[in-house]
């Protein structure tokens, strides 16, 4: 499973140490140690560079490179799962208390860590099916076809956040319900409750609702999405329904007059049904050994990096850079977060003895010694990490629609002898 999760980072590295050199024209975006410090290593082919790109792709889930438009950071989902991101790179979320409050409303830290994937849904471009009397700026609608299939992950939790905007005149207070619209097989209307929320007349902000029922009942059920229903009901009169705009809530009437950091959104949280592994596909793994066995092949005299390469093996066991940009590759057009990826290798040697410094295993330091005794049969062991972090990304989808990924094992933290 480890080497399944280190291929792209070997692919780029057999990339580099390979092959010849391309113009200066043609970035790779790929920065290493050159033995002295981080630069810029413009030298794989044009081929190989996009080869490179379309395994990154492949690693994001992403079939192709969305259509360039402005980033809108000021939407209402956008800014949602910003704020997610951060929380999740400063590794707070555990130790902060179970809700916590982002600009666009709360999210439970205990969701948002057992979720390998979040993604945010606007409003769809199609109206519902109007067979709801008096329905204007009750029912909303959101576009499905964003989220992962079931096959490959697992819907958690789904959460639809509306913006209430709140009133100084005089309180009262008011439930916000949710229903699932159905229609029978008679072709009437049924309303199955989905979730409520009490609020107040006053009240300025966000409120969260639980639709995971209704979110699995259109994916993995299959039941026709015809929207939800949207509610209020005053405490004091509760068989009299008002609209919701007559307690401050933003209308959805007309979506393209939203203001963009008030706009509905539904946030669907996933797990990876294999656990958020990176599982490199047939043509990864098919450039992984044509790389190696032509690395193998090659005259390390005709590379004329091979002496720095040479310089990295003869040191100890230890952590370089590999640092990925996507400013280089021209992705910061939908790539939200971050600017790049710092995915660092282990490279060196791991020669008796082994110091404290080398983390070596118990394991290693015997077949040192056994290496001692017997170097032709015994191989040393091998300088590989030794503790690895996550990677989160956060990118724009067709549509406007926002993905927060997280990559399990996609940094390295520390190498050692193993």
């Known amino acids: 499973m480890y080497e399944k999760r280190c291929l792209l980072t070997l692919t780029i590295l057999f990339h580099i140490s390979a092959y010849g050199f391309v113009s200066a024209g043609s970035p790779t975006g790929v920065y290493m140690d050159n033995g ?50 951060r929380s999740i790179q400063q590794d707070g979320l555990h130790d902060r208390k179970e809700r916590s409050v982002s600009d666009v409303g709360q999210y439970d830290d205990r969701t948002v860590q057992d979720s390998d994937v979040i993604v945010t849904l606007y409003l769809s471009n199609h109206s519902p099916v109007s067979n709801v009397r008096h329905e204007h ?32 005149s005089s309180v009262k207070k008011y439930s916000v319900t949710l229903y699932q619209v159905l229609i029978t097989k008679d072709g009437e209307k049924e309303l199955e409750f989905v979730d409520t929320q009490n609020t107040t007349t006053d009240f300025d902000g966000w409120l969260r609702f639980n639709a995971t029922g209704a979110l699995v009942s259109w994916t993995h059920y299959l039941y026709p999405n015809r929207g939800l229903y949207v509610s209020v009901h005053s405490h004091d009169n509760e068989d009299h329904e008002i609209k919701p705009e007559e307690i401050g809530m933003v209308t959805w009437a007309d979506k ?89 290798y282990c490279t060196g040697e791991c020669n008796f003895p082994l110091n ?19 170097p032709v049969l015994i191989p040393k062991p091998c300088c590989a990490p030794t503790k690895m972090a996550q990677q989160a990304v956060l990118f724009f989808l067709e549509d406007n629609n926002v993905i927060l990924k997280k990559y399990k094992n996609m940094i390295v933290k520390s190498c050692g002898c193993h």
């Open 256 to 344: 393209h007059q939203l203001s963009e950091a008030k706009k509905p959104f539904m946030a669907v949280y996933l797990k990876s049904r294999n656990g958020g592994n990176i599982v490199g596909g047939p043509s990864l793994q098919k450039h992984y050994r044509r790389r190696r066995r032509k690395t193998i092949e090659s005259s390390y005299n005709s590379n004329p990096f091979q002496n720095i390469a040479e310089g990295f093996q003869s040191r100890s066991c230890q952590i370089q850079t590999l640092y990925v940009s996507f400013k280089d590759l021209e992705w910061q057009d939908w790539i939200i977060a971050p600017d790049g990826y710092g995915a660092f």
């Open 36 to 85: 002295v410090q981080t630069v810029k290593q413009d030298f794989m082919s044009v081929e190989e560079r996009n080869e490179v790109e379309q395994e990154i792709l492949t690693m994001f889930g992403v079939p192709k490179i969305p259509r360039k438009s402005p980033k809108n950071l000021d939407g209402s989902a956008p800014q949602f799962l910003f704020d997610v991101y």
């Open 356 to 374: 404290a410094h080398m983390n070596a295993t118990n394991h290693a330091i015997v077949q040192t010694l056994v290496h001692l005794m017997s």
């Open 137 to 168: 700026g009750k029912r909303i609608l959101f576009e499905l076809n964003d989220i992962p299939p079931e096959e490959t992950h697992m819907i958690t939790s789904a959460e639809v956040h509306l913006y209430q905007s709140g009133s100084l």
